[in-house]
């Protein structure tokens, strides 16, 4: 591998306060030096990154890769590729598979066909409980020795709380988070929207915010109780955020993750049955999107994810009480960040960036969200100005499930880089 030097570009790493002008050399899949004055070694490969911003590689703690079982909707190769066009340089695999991803042969499948794959770095995650039945929890020591970095029976919630409960006191011996999808299934029960005059309007069953709520305090008390980490994903609802500040502020081991569609849109993106608009958790109303957003600059919510969720078009096209929930989020979540977030005067880039790379690979202790000195190599470069026009025909991701089709971003991926290698390059 040739060393790589990235010249000219403004270089901002949030995991060391660091935003200046400033060249960034690469040796060996490594950070090897940041600054300027490098000169033009032999034998090094430059690239021209003047006007561009040079950050630390994106990283997704929920992604749905739909391998094995699922591989018309995505795979994981496919997936590694579209996360690397989005600037990702690393991805976390929800176990939600056919079968699911709750025995240490799984979790091998995943590392391999990961390592295989040409694009960003995968991570998988096991289930809590086999089968993601909530009746026996999966052996967490076997799952995390074969590389599992988190557990999650996402796609399902864990409506036990006594299970929920051991989770958290098993997954501690490991000292790896629990991820909760959180949804009371009684509240929730046969629910395809939010609850609301949109869902009213349309004739159509709600999904109330308390649903969410009711199991964000459950799990919060659990936490505190058990002294696990509980990660809580895809927070949608305002009473959300207000727990989970709460729960900081009395030392409790939580941490949350809100997504890009949850900060961009509300339920009114459904009208018309638009079931690219379909997800779940619903979207929720504006005065939930503008506690999400708040959430996010003061830390109460830590991070971002996509939670991409892969389906082929045929599925999308039922009705809407019919049409599985999800959408596509890897090619679109920085554009809607810069767009959304920075541009609406809601965070600084460096403070986005902090939030789609170095705390979510903090809180999921993962390598990479930095740019310090003997941190692997994992980059992206990309123009915060430059406009462009989401079009899912051009998607590297084998789905085209957006509702974000025809939108107006700003922010465009360029190079992504990954242990040294140039994985994506922009036409």
Not at 28 to 56: H, K, S, T
Not at 151 to 156: A, T
Not at 211 to 230: K, N, W
Request: glycine fraction near 12%; hydrophobic fraction near 40%; include cysteine.
């Amino acid at each position: 591998m040739r060393p790589m030097l990235l010249v000219g570009g403004r270089v901002i790493d949030p995991s060391r306060g660091f935003d200046e002008p400033a060249d960034v050399l690469l040796v060996d899949g490594m950070i090897a030096a940041v600054g300027r004055g490098f000169g033009r070694p032999d034998e090094v490969e430059l690239l021209d990154v003047a006007g561009l911003v040079v950050a630390p590689g994106l990283v997704d703690v929920h992604t749905h890769l739909r391998e094995p079982g699922q591989e018309d909707r995505e795979t994981i190769a496919t997936g590694a590729m579209a996360a690397a066009a989005g600037g990702f340089t690393a991805i976390c695999a929800m176990p939600n598979t056919d079968p699911p991803i709750d025995n240490q042969s799984a979790v091998g499948f995943v590392v391999k066909q990961g390592a295989a794959a040409a694009g960003a770095r995968v991570y998988p995650i096991g289930a809590i409980s086999l089968g993601q039945r909530g009746e026996q929890l999966a052996e967490f020591g076997e799952l995390v020795g074969a590389g599992a970095v988190a557990v999650s029976d996402d796609g399902h919630p864990v409506a036990s709380g006594h299970m929920m409960r051991t989770a958290l006191e098993y997954a501690r011996t490991f000292g790896i988070p629990v991820a909760d999808h959180c949804e009371e299934p009684t509240l929730a029960a046969r629910g395809v929207m939010h609850e609301g005059v949109v869902a009213t309007r349309l004739g159509l069953k709600g999904i109330p915010a308390a649903a969410e709520e009711i199991m964000v305090a459950r799990d919060i008390l659990l936490a505190r109780h058990t002294g696990g980490h509980v990660h809580l994903c895809h927070m949608s609802t305002r009473g959300s955020v207000e727990l989970i500040r709460r729960a900081k502020e009395q030392g409790s081991r939580v941490t949350a993750e809100a997504c890009p569609h949850h900060f961009s849109l509300t339920h009114e993106a459904c009208a018309g049955y638009n079931t690219n608009a379909k997800m779940n958790p619903p979207l929720r109303e504006p005065e939930d999107v503008e506690a999400i957003r708040r959430g996010l600059k003061d830390g109460t919510i830590d991070c971002i994810a996509t939670d991409h969720a892969p389906h082929h078009y045929d599925a999308k096209e039922r009705e809407f009480d019919d049409a599985p929930f999800g959408i596509v989020g890897l090619e679109t979540a920085l554009g809607l960040g810069v767009t959304t977030l920075v541009d609406g005067g809601v965070l600084t880039l460096s403070e986005l960036l902090d939030r789609m790379s170095t705390v979510p690979a903090r809180v999921f202790g993962l390598p990479g969200g930095s740019l310090a000195p003997g941190q692997p190599a994992d980059i992206v470069v990309f123009d915060p100005a430059a406009q462009w026009t989401v079009d899912p025909g051009r998607f590297r991701s084998k789905s085209r499930n957006t509702p974000f089709a025809g939108w107006e971003l700003r922010g465009r991926v360029l190079r992504t880089i990954v242990g040294g290698r140039l994985m994506y390059q922009a036409a």
